[in-house]
């Protein structure tokens, strides 16, 4: 898995709907895109093979024509052995609409916004959910046949070393697929301006490099990616 080329495509949603996928070319064109990035990122023997991504937005807040045809074109590309495996990034409360009907339309795997298992941290960032929200829409993604991945926010508002810590150990329970930790204070965002009103720290850089690299090693010993 973790020779694996992902060859990410950004979408776009908002509150009021969804705007166009950012990715919106028309089918002819977009196969030989992924037949380059491949035959670019090939090894020696020609072996190293690409996972189409779908990231940068909330997959399933899209209306479902749009995930159908967004699939369509991924079962394409994995019927002409281009890709091998598709994966797409959502928000906890749209776990809840991913069933066996996505699944067999050819998603692999679901990336879970989860950020943290703490109630506490939750709320403090108003995510809309809690804890025990947390870990059942990561249960209802396993009985729904798909790949987990589990993404977690060290660092954020009411989180602590020692929470985090526990949150990484409560998804490694899960046997997630992959576990990926998200870093960020982007502009323009009410974190970013709770920072700049001295309302929220980031950890100081040892404790981020201390604490992620034990995650790290508590994962990667379970062969996690």
């Not at 495509?9 to 089918?27: E, M, N, P």
């Not at 797409?88 to 996505?102: E, K, P, V």
């Not at 660092?155 to 929470?163: E, F, I, K, L, N």
């Not at 960020?184 to 709770?194: H, I, K, W």
Request: charged share 25%.
């Amino acid at each position: 898995q973790a020779a694996h080329i992902v060859a990410s495509f950004a979408l776009k949603t908002s509150r009021r709907g969804t705007r166009d996928l950012l990715i919106a070319y028309h089918t002819h064109k977009l196969l030989p895109i992924f037949v380059r990035v491949r035959d670019a990122s090939h090894g020696a023997d020609g072996s190293r093979p690409i996972e189409l991504a779908f990231y940068g937005g909330t997959f399933t807040a899209l209306p479902e024509r749009l995930q159908m045809e967004c699939l369509a074109l991924a079962m394409q590309a994995k019927e002409k052995g281009i890709v091998c495996r598709v994966r797409c990034s959502t928000r906890l409360i749209r776990s809840a609409r991913i069933g066996c009907s996505i699944a067999h339309a050819g998603l692999d795997l679901v990336e879970l916004g989860i950020q943290s298992f703490h109630t506490e941290a939750l709320l403090e960032v108003q995510r809309g959910y809690n804890g025990d929200t947390a870990r059942e829409g990561c249960r209802l993604i396993k009985e729904s046949g798909l790949k987990l991945g589990i993404q977690l926010l060290p660092g954020m508002p009411g989180s602590t070393p020692q929470r985090f810590s526990e949150d990484v150990e409560e998804a490694l329970a899960f046997s997630p697929s992959c576990l990926r930790f998200i870093l960020s204070r982007r502009d323009g965002t009410p974190l970013a301006e709770r920072w700049r009103m001295g309302r929220y720290a980031p950890w100081e850089l040892d404790t981020t490099i201390t604490t992620l690299g034990k995650a790290l090693a508590s994962a990667w010993a379970r062969r996690i990616p």
